[in-house]
């Protein structure tokens, strides 16, 4: 699976952007679909993400103002980001899991998208 990830920009505080992934394969054979971030000089973090039957989860830092979906017949995944805060800056990265069942256990594969960046002005 190939991710490409846009939509990143320069915002104001209090603006809005939204984040779109295309995938190039089915992305309703993914098990989980998730957005992650990484600042400059920080770890990777995971912002938001999607199961296959459509549950979310988001990271306390975002809840409320960011919203994660998915559209399984254009096969891409979106983060509408509201209320940016100069901390949301960073590069944001899509990344799609598979979860396969194997005789020898449950084998995860995971795929990453090339990242896009985001930067909110105070």
């Known amino acids: 699976v190939q991710l490409q990830a846009s939509g990143g920009g320069l915002v104001q505080a209090g603006g809005s952007l939204r984040l779109s992934c295309a995938a190039s394969?089915?992305?309703?054979?993914?098990?989980?679909m998730a957005w992650y971030r990484q600042a400059p000089g920080n770890e990777r973090e995971l912002v938001a993400r999607i199961g296959s039957s459509r549950s979310t989860n988001y990271a306390d830092f975002v809840r409320g103002r960011f919203t994660i979906s998915k559209d399984n017949v254009k096969n891409t995944v979106s983060l509408q980001m509201n209320s940016l805060k100069p901390e949301d800056t960073a590069v944001y990265y899509c990344?799609?899991?598979?979860?396969?069942?194997?005789?020898?256990?449950?084998?995860?594969?995971?795929?990453w998208g090339q990242g896009t960046q985001v930067t909110v002005s105070s």
């Open positions: 990344k799609a899991t598979r979860a396969v069942v194997t005789p020898i256990g449950i084998l995860k594969n995971d795929y």
């Open positions: 394969s089915d992305i309703g054979n993914m098990n989980v």
